[in-house]
């Protein structure tokens, strides 16, 4: 089965993406695909959350095994952990946690669910607009080098006229409730 989700920003109301990935396949090959995708380089800290209808996170998907992790939290990690082990709802949310510096995430949603269908590797079936930066550091530079305005989808633009998309209407940051993975807004 194939999974449809689409990941957007608080940050840059016009960016989403919208993903195609084999429900078979590992949160490490999502993780991968929205990386190159947005030109970000990878941090050990990287994290999917998995959240609950009002945005609670219920779940957390690491990169690698921190050591810095409270001792009754339930983690998995992203090479052994299955996509669909996780999202099997339409509707269903998480986080995607791509600067844990700087405590910023993306939010994604499981849209569709195309039975029948297998993905080989995953794709970005659509996007619209640019990423935010990874870092809130203006001087930082990208893996691709020079500033991120130059040479990454990250660079600003004007978001004057930008149009509501898919997701972004209800919602307020103070419903993600990220206490308990000291991700503080």
Request: glycine share 8%; hydrophobic share 30%; with cysteine.
């Amino acid at each position: 089965m194939t999974l449809k989700l689409t990941l957007f920003s608080q940050e840059k109301e016009d960016f989403v993406l919208e993903i195609l990935i084999d429900s078979d396949a590992r949160f490490s090959e999502l993780h991968r695909l929205i990386l190159d995708d947005c030109r970000y380089s990878e941090h050990e800290r990287q994290s999917f959350l998995i959240c609950d209808e009002e945005w609670r996170v219920k779940h957390r998907i690491c990169l690698c095994d921190d050591e810095e992790r409270r001792y009754d939290e339930d983690i998995d990690l992203m090479s052994h952990t299955r996509i669909g082990d996780f999202l099997e709802d339409e509707g269903q949310r998480l986080a995607y946690v791509f600067d844990p510096e700087g405590k910023r995430f993306f939010l994604m949603e499981l849209t569709e669910n195309v039975f029948g269908r297998t993905e080989k590797k995953a794709f970005v079936n659509r996007r619209h607009g640019k990423a935010p930066r990874q870092t809130n550091d203006p001087h930082q530079t990208s893996p691709m080098g020079g500033s991120e305005d130059d040479s990454s989808p990250g660079g600003e633009e004007s978001e004057e006229g930008a149009e509501s998309f898919y997701g972004d209407e209800g919602f307020e940051a103070e419903e993600l409730d990220l206490e308990g993975y000291e991700i503080d807004e």
